[in-house]
C-alpha cells in the first residue's frame, strides 16, 4: 500500500513538476524568408511623403521611431508606446518641452551614425524648414504645434511646442513617424531608403517584387530573427488570393480578405490563421458645400437623414462593419461613441423610416417631390471599395426624391478632382493612423488642413479641436470630442458612412505576428516574427 | 526589290514619326497628369508643390520643346526618366521586353502549331466527327475570354495540384522561364489557335476545290503530297498575314494575361503608366510597339514572297 501511495505521490509530483514548469515549447527560430504579397504598385519607397498603406506597409521595417506602439499588443494607446530609437524620454513641467534621450551605437545602414542632428533634420523637412525639402508632406498638420527641434549633444533631442499638446507624443509611435537620415536626400529616399531598422533594402523593381534582407548591424542584438522579406506585386485579387491558399505566401496584404473572400479562403486553406479587425478607415460621404444646391444646409441635412447605414454594413460586409461616428468606435476605438450616444447623433437614429420621413419633408419644403427630383452626380473612384457603396448610396437618396447618377473618376485624378472641387457628391475612403482625435480631427476636419478634402471649416470646431487637443485629462478630453463629433455630424461634414473590417491571414508557420486592431499602420517591422519550419 | 526596300524604309519612318506625334499629343490631352497623381497618393493635392514638380519634370514648357527633347532624346538613344520610378526610363522598360517577348513567341508558335496542324485536319476529313469535334473546340477558343479561361486554369491548378503557375522572380534560366510562361502562352494562344485553324480550314477547303489540286491528283500525286504540298503552301497567305497580325496584337495586347498570370511584361506596364501618366514610360513604349508592329508587317510582305513566286515587288 506504500509503495504504491509512494509511486502515485511520485507520479503526482513529477506531473506537477511538468505542469509548472516554465514552457519551452516556442523557442523563436532564425532563418527563412518571410513572402508577402503587395495588392498594388506602390507610388514611392518614402514613407513620409506618401499616405497609403501601400508604403508603410513594405517600408517601416527599414526605420526606426523615436517610440513605438508595441507591436505584441493588439491595441494601440498610450500606455502600449514604448522606446525605440529614444531611450526615455520626458515633459518640462509647462509640458511644452517633449526630450528624448536618443540611443548610442545606432549606425545606418550605410555604416554613418545615427544621431540627434538626423532626428532634427527629420522634422525640419518634415515642417518646411529644410532647404531639401518633401516633394509631398502630406502630415505636415501633424506637427503645426512643434516650434523648433533643438539638439543638445548628438543624443538628446528636445521638441519645443507652441502650446501643451499631450497626444504629441502619439504622433511619434505611427509607422508613418520614421527617423529619416540626414545625408540622404529626399528623392534617394523615394527610390533607394536608408534607415536604421531591422531589413535592409534591396530592390524595387515596380510592378513585380521588393526584397530587404536581415540588417545584421541591428542595434536590437539577435533580431530580427528572418533573414529576408519577400514581396511580390500581384494587382489581380483573384490571383493573390488563390497564391495565398496555394501557400506561396506566409502572410496577406493586410486587411486584403473582404468579408465575402474570407469564406473561401478559410474553406481552400483551412489551417491559415484569419483574423478580422477594423482598420480604422472609413468610408465617407463628401458633399461639395460650394456646389448649389448642396451649399443649402437643408438639403445636406435631408441627406444625412436617408442614410441607412445598418442594410449598407449587412450587404457589404454581412454586418461585420461598424456603424460610427468620427473617431474609431469601442471596443477597439479609445475615442468613439458608445452605440446609445451615438444614437442621438443627427442621422444616426435607428428608425430609418422615420428620418426618410422627416427628410422627405424637407426635400418637398425645398420643391422637390415625385415629380420633381434632384439630379445628381455621386462620383466616386474606380475602385469596388469605392464603388459598391455608392451605389448602395445612389439607391438610398432615391426614397428622399434625389436622382443619383453614379460618376466613375479614374483612380489617379480622383485627389485631384476633389481638391478642384469638381464634384458635388462623392463617397470617399479615409485611413486614421493613429487611434488619437488630434491626428484624426486636427488632419480631417481642421480649417487649414491640405487633407480637409471638403474645406470644411468652422472656426468653433477649430476651437474645440485645439481645447481638446491641450486637455491633460483623458475624460475631460472624451467629453469634448464628442461634442465635436455632434458638431460633425450637424455640420455634415464628411460623415461617416461605417468603418470597414476585413481580414488578415497568415499561415500558421508565421510565429510573434499580433495583428494591431485600431490602426493598419502601426505594426510592420517584423523584427519579432520569425518562420517555424 | 531595292527600290522597294528603301521606299518601304521610307515609309516606316514616316509612319512612326506620325505615330509619336499621335501618341504625344494624345497623352497630353487626357484628363489629369503626372503631377496630380503623384499627389493622389498623398491623399491632397498641394498647388505649389504641384507647380514645383512640372518645373523639376520639365512640363512646364511648351509642349514643341517637350516633343523635341523627346525625339532627340530618342535619337541619342537616351529615354528620358520615369516620372514615377524617378530611374532610367530604358532600365525600366529594358527587362519587360524579353518577358513579352517569350511570352508572345511561345503563344504565337502555340497558335500555328495547333492552328494550322488542327486546320489542315479539320479540312481534309471535312464533315466528319473529327471535323465537328475540332469546329467546336476553335469555337469554345474563340469565345473564351481570356481572363476567364487564365482564371479557370489557376484555380484548377490550385485545387487539384495545391500549386499556382504565376510568374515567381526572375528565373534563373532561359528554359526555366519557357517553362514558367508555358501556361499562360497556352492560355492566349487557344484563343489564336482557334483562330488560325478556322483560316486554314477555309482557306484550305477552298484550295482543295482548285484545278490544279485536281490535275494534281488526276496526276497520280498521293494524298500527302496534294494536301502538303500543293494545297497547304498556297492556302497558307491568308494564314500568315493574321499570324503577322496576331504576332503584333500579342506584345502589346497580353494585358489580361500578364494580370491574371501576374507576369512582369511590357502590356500591364503600359497600362499602369498610363495610368500614372508617366509620358516617358508611355511614349517609349508605344514607340516600341508601334516599331514592332512595322517590322511584322515588313517581315509578312517579306513572307508573301518567299511562299508565293508570282508575288514581285519593285516595278
Not at chain 1, 545602414?109 to 518633401?134: I, M, S, Y
Not at chain 2, 510568374?167 to 510562361?181: A, C, D, M, Q, V
Amino acid at each position: 500500500m506504500n509503495q504504491r501511495f509512494g509511486l502515485a505521490a511520485g507520479a503526482a509530483a513529477l506531473a506537477a513538476a511538468l505542469a509548472f514548469a516554465p514552457c519551452p515549447a516556442l523557442a523563436q527560430k532564425s532563418g527563412g524568408t518571410l513572402r508577402i504579397y503587395h495588392r498594388d504598385n506602390l507610388p514611392s519607397a518614402s514613407i513620409h511623403e506618401e499616405a497609403t498603406i501601400s508604403t508603410v506597409m513594405p517600408f517601416m521595417a527599414v526605420f526606426n521611431n523615436l517610440v513605438l506602439y508595441d507591436p505584441a499588443k493588439k491595441l494601440n494607446s498610450d500606455s502600449t508606446i514604448i522606446p525605440d530609437l529614444a531611450e526615455s524620454w520626458s515633459w518640462d513641467p509647462t509640458r511644452t518641452k517633449l526630450t528624448f534621450k536618443l540611443r548610442q551605437g545606432v549606425k545606418w545602414h550605410d555604416g554613418k551614425p545615427f544621431t540627434a542632428k538626423d532626428v532634427q533634420c527629420t522634422w525640419n523637412r518634415l515642417t518646411g524648414k529644410d532647404p531639401d525639402e518633401f516633394r509631398k508632406n502630406p502630415r505636415q498638420v501633424w506637427w503645426q504645434n512643434l516650434k523648433e527641434v533643438s539638439v543638445n549633444g548628438d543624443y538628446e533631442a528636445t521638441f519645443n511646442l507652441n502650446r501643451p499638446q499631450p497626444s504629441f507624443l502619439s504622433m511619434f509611435a505611427s509607422g508613418y513617424t520614421p527617423v529619416y537620415p540626414c545625408h540622404v536626400s529626399t528623392k534617394e529616399m523615394r527610390t533607394s531608403p536608408i534607415g536604421t531598422g531591422p531589413f535592409k533594402f534591396v530592390e524595387f523593381r515596380r510592378g513585380e517584387s521588393l526584397k530587404f534582407v536581415r540588417n545584421p548591424d541591428y542595434w536590437k542584438k539577435g533580431l530580427p530573427y528572418l533573414d529576408a522579406i519577400e514581396w511580390r506585386v500581384i494587382e489581380n485579387r483573384s490571383t493573390r488570393i488563390l497564391a495565398f491558399i496555394a501557400d506561396e505566401f506566409d502572410l496577406t496584404f493586410v486587411a486584403d480578405v473582404s468579408i465575402p473572400l474570407l469564406k473561401d479562403v478559410t474553406s481552400q486553406a483551412p489551417k491559415a490563421v484569419c483574423e478580422i479587425a477594423p482598420q480604422y478607415v472609413s468610408s465617407n460621404l463628401i458633399i461639395n458645400p460650394g456646389a448649389a444646391p448642396f451649399n443649402d444646409p437643408k438639403i445636406r441635412r435631408a441627406m444625412a437623414l436617408a442614410i441607412d447605414r445598418k442594410s449598407m454594413i449587412d450587404i457589404l460586409s454581412q454586418g461585420k462593419s461598424d456603424q460610427s461616428g468620427v473617431m474609431l468606435p469601442p471596443p477597439e476605438g479609445n475615442w468613439g461613441m458608445p452605440p446609445d450616444v451615438l444614437r442621438k447623433l443627427p442621422g444616426y437614429g435607428g428608425d430609418v423610416a422615420k428620418n426618410r420621413a422627416e427628410a422627405r419633408k424637407i426635400m418637398e419644403g425645398l420643391g422637390y417631390g415625385p415629380g420633381k427630383t434632384l439630379k445628381v452626380k455621386i462620383s466616386t473612384r474606380n475602385i469596388p471599395i469605392y464603388r459598391d457603396p455608392a451605389v448602395l448610396l445612389i439607391d438610398q437618396l432615391k426614397q428622399i426624391y434625389i436622382e443619383g447618377e453614379l460618376e466613375v473618376i479614374d483612380t489617379s485624378i480622383w485627389h485631384a478632382k476633389v481638391t478642384r472641387k469638381e464634384f458635388s457628391v462623392g463617397m470617399n475612403l479615409t485611413g486614421v493612423p493613429v487611434d488619437d482625435p488630434d491626428v484624426n480631427l486636427y488632419e480631417n476636419y481642421s480649417c487649414n488642413s491640405e487633407r480637409n478634402l471638403t474645406q470644411y471649416c468652422n472656426k468653433e470646431v477649430d476651437k474645440l479641436i485645439d481645447q481638446q487637443s491641450q486637455e491633460p485629462d483623458r475624460d475631460k478630453r472624451k467629453k469634448i470630442v464628442w461634442e465635436i463629433e455632434r458638431r460633425l455630424a450637424e455640420d455634415l461634414a464628411r460623415p461617416i458612412i461605417y468603418y470597414d473590417r476585413a481580414a488578415t491571414c497568415w499561415q500558421p508557420r508565421l510565429k510573434g505576428f499580433v495583428l494591431h486592431h485600431n490602426s493598419i499602420y502601426n505594426n510592420w517591422r517584423f523584427e519579432n516574427v520569425w518562420l517555424d519550419r | 526589290m531595292s527600290g522597294y526596300l528603301i521606299r518601304r524604309f521610307f515609309l516606316m519612318l514616316v509612319t512612326l514619326a506620325g505615330i509619336s506625334i499621335v501618341i504625344f499629343v494624345m497623352l497630353r490631352l487626357v484628363p489629369g497628369n503626372i503631377t496630380d497623381i503623384i499627389f493622389d497618393s498623398a491623399g491632397f493635392v498641394n498647388p505649389k508643390q504641384k507647380q514645383r514638380i512640372e518645373r523639376e519634370l520639365g512640363l512646364d514648357q511648351p509642349i514643341v520643346t517637350q516633343y523635341a527633347r523627346w525625339i532627340g532624346g530618342l535619337a541619342r538613344g537616351d529615354l528620358g526618366y520615369a516620372y514615377v520610378s524617378e530611374k532610367p526610363a530604358i532600365r525600366e522598360i529594358a527587362p519587360r521586353i524579353p518577358v513579352t517577348a517569350t511570352l508572345a513567341g511561345l503563344a504565337l508558335v502555340f497558335s500555328t502549331l495547333f492552328g494550322v496542324t488542327l486546320g489542315v485536319v479539320s479540312a481534309v476529313r471535312q464533315d466528319t466527327a473529327l471535323d465537328y469535334a475540332l469546329r467546336i473546340v476553335s469555337l469554345s477558343g474563340l469565345s473564351l475570354p481570356s481572363f476567364w479561361l487564365g482564371l479557370l486554369i489557376l484555380m484548377a491548378c490550385v485545387q487539384w495540384f495545391g500549386w499556382i503557375p504565376i510568374y515567381r522572380s526572375t528565373p534563373e534560366s532561359f528554359w526555366k522561364e519557357l517553362g514558367l510562361l508555358a501556361i499562360p502562352a497556352a492560355a492566349v494562344g487557344f484563343r489564336s489557335s482557334a483562330l488560325v485553324m478556322r483560316l486554314t480550314r477555309s482557306s484550305m477547303l477552298e484550295v482543295l476545290r482548285q484545278d490544279y489540286v485536281r490535275t494534281a491528283r488526276a496526276k497520280g500525286a498521293s494524298e500527302r503530297s496534294v494536301n502538303y504540298r500543293h494545297a497547304l503552301a498556297n492556302a497558307l497567305l491568308p494564314v500568315v498575314t493574321v499570324v503577322g497580325i496576331e504576332a503584333a496584337f500579342l506584345i502589346g495586347g497580353l494585358i489580361v494575361t500578364e494580370t491574371v498570370f501576374n507576369i512582369p511584361g511590357v502590356a500591364r506596364f503600359l497600362v499602369e503608366a498610363i495610368r500614372w501618366r508617366d509620358y516617358p514610360i508611355v511614349q517609349n513604349l508605344v514607340m516600341f510597339i508601334a516599331l514592332v508592329v512595322v517590322l511584322v508587317n515588313f517581315a509578312v510582305d517579306m513572307l508573301y514572297v518567299a511562299l508565293d513566286p508570282r508575288i514581285k515587288f519593285g516595278n
